[in-house]
């Protein structure tokens, strides 16, 4: 008997226990008979090793085949994954289970509370390095946002700001005009008036047309000082034709508060900022509506038609009456007729040696005596888009309804009549720094606070400064 392993330690081959002698007729390595037949104190159909095995393999539920994905990539895998560092900060390592007792895992200085919070510092480093890089991300957007065209193109759109649909015309006299020449004040007034504007139109999208104000002589007959603003606005409907609604203001006039604009301001909410009545306050003591039978439902109504999409002329009052140094037209066909009629060379020839305020009578001349235009007129109150500073129409002391207020913040002054008794460059310069201290920026204040600190600790005690006496 020839066997391929190691020999017998029985003469002629062989072994001691009966099993292993057992012939196996059928060549096969696991038994045919079921565990009923299997005899334990040996005998003649005594179980071998290999059916024991595999009769336990499939009793406990493995596979009598190899497993799969053994080889040599697989063996490796798991190899590289097992090998990698884990890291776990977690303080409870007192449980059974072998995942949460950490076995196998790596922990910084061997798991000690300073590796704890080394780790727990990088993690929220990790996360406060992703919170600044989204912020600075922000702020470079924004920046980047208003430092170029893309501010202005916003502000602009007419679907977003809407800066497009206003025009903002400023009356210059360049040139001096023929009733004076401008000496240096004249000139800082007006520099300093023209840069107000082009700051103001640059923030919100609008458009600025400066004009010429020296007299012309458009007509053969005639020279039409400051009466030129009604053939400006004809031409400014020309030059702009997407443009919805038209600002005039006179070269005297200082934007206090360059943070509003024209729509929070005034025209988001028309209805609401103007009053069609002008018996709420009527200085001219016009009568007001007509009674004549013969006239349309809107020219007897007090209010017209009660709609703000009418409303194609936006007119301020002072004590005196209509005031057009700072008022609003709209684009529209009954514009276009009302500027016709209103600079109308046959009414100004008969009418100019009564009217002391010009176009401005002219208006007032129109509105008292043509239907037609009340419909489409609306008042808007005083200190809206026009208020006057201390002087103007003082002859009965300020007036809460006229006269600039600080506290609320009015949005434009107009040193209307300064050349007649008042200093115009002091009053510009007056309200040209008052609206430089009310803009200031938070850091603009902080350093102002900084600076008069300083200025009071070096100030000896019992001296006033010059400002505290001025204000004595």
């Known amino acids: 008997m020839t066997l391929s392993r190691s020999p017998s330690p029985r003469r002629g081959g062989g072994w001691s226990s009966p099993g292993l002698n057992t012939p196996s007729a059928s060549g096969r390595s696991s038994p045919k008979k079921g565990y009923g037949d299997l005899h334990m104190n040996g005998g003649a159909n005594s179980v071998t090793c290999a059916s024991a095995k595999a009769k336990s393999d499939e009793v406990n539920g493995y596979p009598a085949f190899p497993i799969r994905h053994n080889g040599f990539f697989a063996r490796h895998a798991r190899r590289l994954s097992s090998s990698l560092p884990r890291f776990n900060?977690?303080?409870?390592?007192?449980?059974?289970?072998?995942?949460?007792?950490?076995?196998?895992?790596?922990?910084?200085?061997?798991?000690?509370?300073a590796g704890r919070l080394r780790t727990l510092a990088g993690r929220l480093l990790r996360r406060a390095r992703l919170r600044f890089l989204l912020v600075f991300a922000f702020i470079f957007a924004a920046t980047l946002f208003y430092i170029t065209p893309a501010h202005r193109a916003y502000r602009r759109a007419p679907l977003l700001g809407g800066g497009s649909k206003f025009v903002v015309i400023l009356a210059a006299n360049q040139g001096g005009g023929v009733m004076e020449w401008k000496g240096p004040r004249e000139w800082a007034i007006e520099r300093d008036s023209i840069k107000n504007k082009k700051m103001y139109v640059k923030n919100w999208g609008y458009d600025l047309e400066i004009v010429d104000m020296s007299t012309k002589k458009r007509y053969a007959h005639e020279w039409r000082e400051s009466w030129e603003k009604v053939d400006t606005i004809r031409n400014c409907?020309?030059?702009?034709?997407?443009?919805?609604?038209?600002?005039?203001?006179?070269?005297?006039?200082?934007i206090m508060e360059p943070s509003y604009s024209l729509q929070s301001h005034i025209f988001n909410n028309l209805a609401a900022n103007t009053y069609r009545d002008i018996n709420i306050y009527n200085p001219l003591n016009i009568t007001h509506p007509f009674t004549a039978p013969h006239l349309d439902p809107n020219s007897l109504s007090p209010t017209g038609d009660n709609r703000s999409?009418?409303?194609?002329?936006?007119?301020?009052?002072?004590?005196?009456?209509?005031?057009?140094?700072?008022?609003?037209?709209?684009?529209?066909?009954?514009?276009?007729?009302?500027?016709?009629?209103?600079?109308?060379?046959?009414?100004?020839?008969?009418?100019?040696?009564?009217?002391?305020?010009?176009?401005?009578?002219?208006?007032?001349?129109?509105?008292?005596?043509?239907?037609?235009?009340?419909?489409?007129?609306?008042?808007?109150?005083?200190?809206?888009?026009?208020?006057?500073?201390?002087?103007a129409c003082g002859d009965k002391g300020e007036d809460p309804r006229i006269h600039y207020q600080e506290q609320d913040r009015d949005f434009v002054v107009n040193m209307a009549g300064c050349e007649w008794g008042r200093d115009c460059w002091g009053e510009m310069y007056n309200y040209r720094e008052l609206s430089n201290k009310l803009n200031r920026t938070a850091w603009e204040k902080f350093k102002d606070w900084i600076s008069d600190s300083v200025k009071s600790f070096k100030q000896p005690k019992g001296k006033k400064t010059s400002d505290q006496e001025a204000s004595n």
């Open 309 to 391: 999409e009418s409303i194609d002329l936006v007119v301020p009052q002072d004590c005196g009456g209509f005031n057009l140094g700072s008022f609003f037209v709209r684009r529209s066909s009954w514009t276009d007729r009302l500027l016709d009629i209103w600079w109308d060379p046959v009414a100004y020839e008969q009418k100019h040696m009564e009217w002391e305020h010009k176009e401005q009578d002219a208006l007032e001349y129109l509105y008292a005596n043509q239907p037609w235009i009340r419909p489409h007129t609306a008042f808007i109150p005083q200190r809206k888009i026009n208020s006057f500073p201390p002087g």
């Open 237 to 254: 409907l020309r030059k702009y034709p997407n443009a919805e609604w038209f600002w005039w203001l006179d070269l005297n006039t200082f």
């Open 89 to 113: 900060i977690g303080t409870g390592r007192d449980y059974a289970e072998k995942e949460k007792l950490g076995r196998g895992r790596w922990y910084p200085n061997n798991g000690t509370t």
